[in-house]
């Protein structure tokens, strides 16, 4: 059975779905909905995603949206008891608090700044910079003695925040200053079956 994996391909949040994906080896099948047109509002698309948001699966008549959700969905499902997801109560509560950081700091910091420069939404580009730094700052003192954000193996937690953080540069942030950082972007790009996603144009760095 083939996933359908509902997208935008310059989406971080539809990337790191299509990341797990690809590392699970789940077959899959990108659907690239035309946001421009309004495609994630229409009446069939809204049955899988009420909100109108991407991405979202279809999985055998199972629908989910959230990347994040979609995360812990496939994990569960077709990884079940593996280091993606640790069984550990105190490290399954640290992969949670990265996940809650993907969407709190992560999406308010490099993901806005992103949108601001590769989409041109009128998120305050100023303030998503100082975030993104702020959040940077915690980040490369987190890696500075280990080499993934939770155990001594790559998990879901490290998925999420893979992709808005490796294409942090397209919206201005300069991850020069963050070495451990770059060593962790390089660390999930050498993980067997790693698939990037669609890069844009850098900005001037800031």
């Excluded at 495609?39 to 995603?49: F, G, N, Q, R, W």
């Excluded at 997801?85 to 700091?105: C, G, S, Y």
């Excluded at 100023?126 to 915690?138: M, R, Y």
Aim: aromatic share 10%; glycine share 6%.
């Amino acid at each position: 059975m083939t996933v359908k994996l509902y997208r935008n391909p310059k989406s971080g949040h539809c990337h790191r779905v299509e990341l797990m994906l690809a590392f699970l080896g789940v077959p899959y099948q990108t659907i690239d909905l035309d946001m421009a047109n309004g495609a994630h509002k229409a009446p069939d698309y809204l049955k899988i995603s009420p909100f109108g948001l991407v991405p979202a699966i279809d999985d055998d008549g199972y629908t989910l949206a959230d990347s994040n959700a979609i995360l812990i969905y496939l994990v569960q499902t077709y990884a079940k008891g593996s280091d993606w997801m640790p069984a550990d109560p105190k490290e399954a509560a640290e992969v949670q608090r990265w996940l809650t950081i993907a969407a709190d700091n992560i999406y308010s910091g490099p993901c806005a700044a992103r949108l601001v420069k590769v989409f041109g939404t009128k998120h305050d580009h100023a303030a998503a910079l100082a975030k993104s730094h702020d959040l940077f700052k915690v980040i490369e003192a987190h890696l500075a003695n280990r080499d993934w954000l939770v155990t001594d193996n790559v998990t879901i937690a490290d998925v999420a925040g893979y992709s808005y953080i490796a294409h942090a540069p397209e919206g201005g942030v300069d991850l020069a200053p963050y070495p451990n950082i770059r060593s962790w972007l390089s660390r999930i790009e050498a993980t067997p079956n790693f698939i990037g996603m669609a890069t844009s144009p850098v900005p001037e760095l800031a």
